[in-house]
Structure formats: C-alpha cells, structure tokens
T-cell receptor
Framework: DTGVSQDPRHKITKRGQNVTFRCDPI?????LYWYRQTLGQGPEFLTY????????KSRLLSDRFSAERPKGSFSTLEIQRTEQGDSAMYLC???????????FGPGTRLTVT | GQNIDQPTEMTATEGAIVQINCTYQ??????LFWYQQHAGEAPTFLSY????GLEEKGRFSSFLSRSKGYSYLLLKELQMKDSASYLC???????????FGTGTRLTVIP
C-alpha cells in the first residue's frame, strides 16, 4: 500500500497524559499537513511541513501541541497534558511539490477520558 | 477570513441525481476541492476546480463559479455506497492548507 499511513489508528488515554502520533506520507510527497476533525465538522488545519521545515501553524495548535518532521519523511504530532477537548480524529495528509490535491491518511482517533 | 456553507444533510433515492451546493467567501481564492468521507474513514479526493465551469469525472461532476463564490457537486445514478459526507474545501491564495466546510451528509435510500 503506497498511500498515507498513520499509527496508531485508535488511542485512549487519561487526561494529563502525553500522546504521540505518527504519519508516513506518500514517498514522493514533500508536503505534509496535520488536521483535526471532530464529529459533524470538517477537518481543521493544524500545521504544515514542506520537507523538514514547519512553515505554518494554526492558532488551534496550542503550546501543548508539537509536530516534527525530522528528515522530511515521516512526521510526529505530540500532545502533552491531554485534555478532554483534545478528543478528535487527527488526520495527516500529503501532497506533491506545488500543492494541489491532498491525500489523507486513515486518521488516529484520540479519546481522552 | 473565509466562510464555507453547505447543507447539513440530504436524502436521495438510489438511481437518482443529487446536487450538493457549496458557497464560500474568502479573501483570495486558489481552487475548490470536493472530498467524500465515509463514516470513520479518511476523506478521499473527488474533484478540483480552479477555473469556472464544469468538470466531469464518471458519475461525479463539479461546477465552479468564482464570481458567485459557488460550487456544486453532482452525483448521477446514485448507488447505496454513495451514502457518505461530502466536504467542500477552499484553497486560499497564498495558503497551503485547505479550509473545509462542515460537510453534507448524504443518505441514499432504496
């Protein structure tokens, strides 16, 4: 399978714990995006990488959130001191140089209890 | 900022045609995307319009009018598997991320 992959698919954690998600984009895609989606809403942009550089961050990305893409390939999204409001589907997408169509991964569903 | 509006829910009959509308207001525009999302799954790309007019791809077509800030997705010969949410998303000029509407949940009935 050469699509975007994400791990884990589901995560249940207790409030206050830290969690980390991984995204592996399509190999020739240098652009990588993180979105968050809650029930009944469309995805909301969190952050964007071009190669290893994090070029944009949404105001939704509080200081408890950090994302990295150390070698310009896979990316990680970490949430520290999770809160119940962090419960959502976290989607990763990638696209070719120049932008255009974004291909989404299956998402990581986070439940904070 | 940008406002993207689409109906929350629609119901249509198997074999019929349905049109899902999307209106948007944005400061700068660089294209409009339609995605399909089945419950619990990732959005999958359907279409991309950057110029005015109709783009046809099999049973699905998408139309754009930039002057009116309006797009629609047309689904023909509806099948039960078309029951899903359809997301309208705008790419702003100078931006890299997509701005999504809340999605239209389409239910296809026999």
């Amino acid at each position: 399978d050469t699509g975007v992959s994400q791990d884990p698919r589901h995560k249940i954690t207790k409030r206050g714990q830290n969690v980390t998600f991984r995204c592996d984009p399509i190999s020739e895609h240098n652009r990588l995006y993180w979105y968050r989606q809650t029930l009944g809403q469309g995805p909301e942009f969190l952050t964007y990488f071009q190669n290893e550089a994090q070029l944009e961050k949404s105001r939704l990305l509080s200081d408890r959130f950090s994302a990295e893409r150390p070698k310009g390939s896979f990316s990680t999204l970490e949430i520290q001191r999770t809160e119940q409001g962090d419960s959502a589907m976290y989607l990763c997408a990638s696209s070719l140089p120049g932008g255009g169509e974004q291909y989404f991964g299956p998402g990581t569903r986070l439940t904070v209890t | 900022g940008q406002n993207i509006d689409q109906p929350t829910e629609m119901t249509a009959t198997e074999g019929a045609i349905v049109q899902i509308n999307c209106t948007y207001q944005t400061s700068g525009f660089n294209g409009l995307f339609w995605y399909q999302q089945h419950a619990g799954e990732a959005p999958t790309f359907l279409s991309y319009n950057v110029l005015d007019g109709l783009e046809e791809k099999g049973r699905f077509s998408s139309f754009l009018s930039r002057s009116k800030g309006y797009s629609y997705l047309l689904l023909k010969e509806l099948q039960m598997k078309d029951s899903a949410s359809y997301l309208c998303a705008v790419l702003k000029a100078g931006a890299n991320n997509l701005f999504f509407g809340t999605g239209t949940r389409l239910t296809v009935i026999p």
